[in-house]
């Protein structure tokens, strides 16, 4: 799934843990712990969640948030066709759900990721905020990426709404509507 999306799709320009032949991207694993989206039994999409006392973080997020426990999580991806579903917000629950009953969310005051302009409208919905305006390289995949924060509670009430939203809830799902509309006119 990663070199589908990042070599094949994307065009990244990546020479390290890449396998043209078995048409393989290997990442180093770092302590995380990896989500995957199936359907039919085929992985087409996933998410890292990375706890920084266990693992090494992808930046030094201590630089703009000191003395905060932090939680990352990183390459949420999907296959293009998946992309307009559920699925992510399922992945995202779902590792919401694991820290909280596994006791990581003791881990981590803020969740931390980092994203292109394109994708800063889907993580607002979640409750997630700039850390600064400036644009950073990313150190594996080397695109621009903005780096955001979430708190815990931010990150619990945007997931209990997008559960209303997916439970049949319209009028959530015409207010989450706008949110997004209004996001991504103000993202330009």
């Keep these: 799934l990663w070199y589908e999306v990042y070599i094949e799709e994307l065009k990244y320009n990546l020479t390290e843990g890449v396998d043209h032949?078995?048409?393989?991207?290997?990442?180093?694993?770092?302590?995380?712990?990896?989500?995957?989206?199936?359907?039919?039994?085929e992985c087409v999409a996933s998410l890292r969640a990375t706890y920084q006392k266990y693992s090494k973080l992808e930046f030094e997020y201590g630089v703009w948030l000191p003395r905060q426990?932090?939680?990352?999580?990183s390459r949420l991806i999907a296959k293009r066709k998946f992309r307009k579903t559920d699925l992510t917000a399922h992945i995202l629950i779902a590792c919401f759900y694991f820290n909280k009953e596994t006791g990581n969310e003791n881990l981590y005051d803020f969740v931390v990721i980092n994203s292109t302009s394109k994708l800063l409208p889907f993580y607002y919905m979640f409750g997630f905020t700039k850390i600064t305006d400036d644009l950073v390289i990313h150190p594996d995949i080397k695109n621009e990426s903005y780096l955001l924060k979430c708190s815990k509670q931010n990150n619990k009430k945007a997931i209990a709404e997008i559960e209303n939203i997916m439970a049949g809830n319209l009028l959530l799902?015409?207010?989450?509507?706008?949110?997004?509309?209004?996001?991504?006119?103000?993202?330009?």
């Design 21 to 41: 032949a078995a048409r393989k991207l290997r990442l180093e694993p770092n302590g995380s712990l990896v989500f995957l989206g199936l359907s039919a039994g």
């Design 69 to 73: 426990k932090i939680g990352e999580v």
């Design 173 to 188: 799902k015409a207010k989450w509507g706008l949110k997004y509309w209004w996001y991504k006119r103000v993202s330009r």
